[in-house]
């Protein structure tokens, strides 16, 4: 299909469809290669090797912080903390840096986390976030819900520092 640093890319079709697979497959010796499912729009027998590479090398990199990428809910452009789906003519193969500026403009900006102290051991900063269902707080990897009877907006490091101890 087309090479990328140096290594094969093969065009293969698994059980959720067709995908592009970057070097050979993996053995008990060597690591699993990167694969990229094919969008939806593009047609297993249409796909350019120029499409494989670009596949292979997301997130595309497209200028001022800008990138194009896949993710589970299909293809978005994100800068920083904005985020907005492609849809219609645009595509992760022919955006560019114009269109994808004219289209974040209209996107929202996460709020930045509050960090309201570190955790007493692993010394990772605990962060007050808002997500889909209210405010939680985050702690390395993990997600605490705040619970009842605390008020989120004005939690203090001392609570904050117990709700994610208790739930070790």
């Known amino acids: ?15 959720y ?24 729009f593009v047609k297993a027998e249409e796909l350019t090797p120029e499409q494989a590479e670009i596949l292979i090398s997301l997130p595309r990199q497209l200028g001022n912080g800008i990138e194009a990428n896949i993710g589970k809910f299909g293809q978005y452009l994100k800068q920083g903390t904005k985020s ?12 560019t840096l114009e269109r994808a500026e004219e289209i974040l403009e209209s996107a929202v900006a996460k709020p930045e986390p509050k960090v309201l ?5 692993t010394k990772e900063d605990i962060t007050l976030n808002r ?15 705040i619970p009842k009877g605390y008020a989120p907006s004005s939690l203090t490091e001392e609570e904050a520092i117990k709700i994610v101890t208790a739930k070790k």
């Open 1 to 15: 299909m087309g090479q990328y640093n140096g290594m094969n890319i093969y065009l293969k079709k698994g059980p």
């Open 17 to 40: 469809g067709h995908y592009v697979q970057l070097g050979e497959d993996a053995t008990a010796t060597t690591e699993k290669p990167k694969r990229v499912s094919l969008p939806k």
């Open 84 to 95: 907005k789906s492609l849809t219609g003519a645009d595509n992760i193969f022919n955006i």
């Open 117 to 121: 102290g570190k955790h007493p051991e």
């Open 131 to 145: 997500g889909r269902y209210g405010m939680y707080l985050k702690c390395g990897k993990n997600n605490y819900a």
